[in-house]
């Protein structure tokens, strides 16, 4: 069965440092590949996504992830954080077609100080 | 295009009452999908509906909950009786080609 992990329940860094959250996933084939993110009061935004190709992928906002199949890692990454960053970050792993359903991971909470 | 809109965006009950969620998908989308966080757990699935079919129900956590697609359109989702436990956000998500739409979750109090 697929899962996902994201080892960091809570981080916390200053405004203008950089920015990894991790996420490890397990799935038997190719997985599509998300983040989410859903800041307070808001509901869930999709960041980026990967499916196949480039392993670096660009997101809205400044974010991006790379896919690292030898590590069944997809971290997310920014090179400086916004205090609008503060948010819940989720990772997900889909397959490739209708029929399957998404698994999120629990969720990082970014705190971004000051 | 309208994104997934979803109603109410809270509802505050006390135990024993019954609620109704209601999820309008993007136009054209015959999946769709309902999730809930508890208690700022992680986001897990509800059901899956195909048009107004439902394709898989596993997660429904008991039989206190109803979900229904009327002519494959809209969704709705009713609690009865509601339970403390049931308090969290309720997404509701369409889909096409392998990316989810997410509404803004219908945030659900049980007093």
């Known amino acids: 069965a697929q899962s996902v992990t994201q080892p960091d329940i809570h981080i916390t860094v200053s405004e203008g440092a950089s920015l990894e959250l991790r996420c490890n996933y397990s799935?038997?084939?190719?997985?599509?590949l998300f983040w989410y993110v859903q800041s307070p009061g808001q509901g869930l935004q999709l960041l980026l996504k990967?499916?196949?190709?480039?392993?670096l992928v660009q997101g809205i906002k400044g974010f991006e992830a790379e896919f690292k199949r030898s590590q069944s890692s997809f971290n997310l990454r920014k090179p400086s954080v916004h205090w609008s960053d503060a948010a819940e970050y989720f990772c997900?792993?889909?397959?490739?077609?209708?029929?399957?359903?998404?698994?999120f991971g629990p969720g990082t909470r970014l705190s971004v100080l000051p | 295009e309208a994104g997934v809109t979803q109603f109410p965006s809270h509802s505050v009950i006390e135990k024993g009452q019954t609620v109704t969620l209601r999820c309008d998908p993007i136009?054209?989308?015959?999946?769709l999908y309902w999730y809930r966080r508890v208690m700022g757990k992680e986001i897990k699935f509800l059901l899956h509906?195909?048009?107004?079919?439902?394709?898989?129900e596993s997660g429904m956590p008991n039989n206190r909950f109803l979900a229904e697609r009327t002519g494959g359109t809209y969704s709705t989702l009713k609690v009865q009786p509601a339970e403390l436990e049931d308090s969290g956000v309720y997404f509701c998500?369409?889909?096409?080609?392998?990316?989810?739409?997410f509404g803004e979750g219908s945030r659900l109090t049980v007093l």
């Open positions: 136009s054209g989308h015959d999946n």
């Open positions: 997900a792993v889909g397959a490739d077609n209708y029929g399957q359903n998404f698994v």
């Open positions: 799935y038997g084939a190719t997985p599509y």
């Open positions: 509906f195909v048009k107004e079919s439902k394709q898989d």
């Open positions: 990967y499916f196949s190709g480039d392993t």
């Open positions: 998500a369409s889909r096409r080609s392998g990316e989810l739409f």
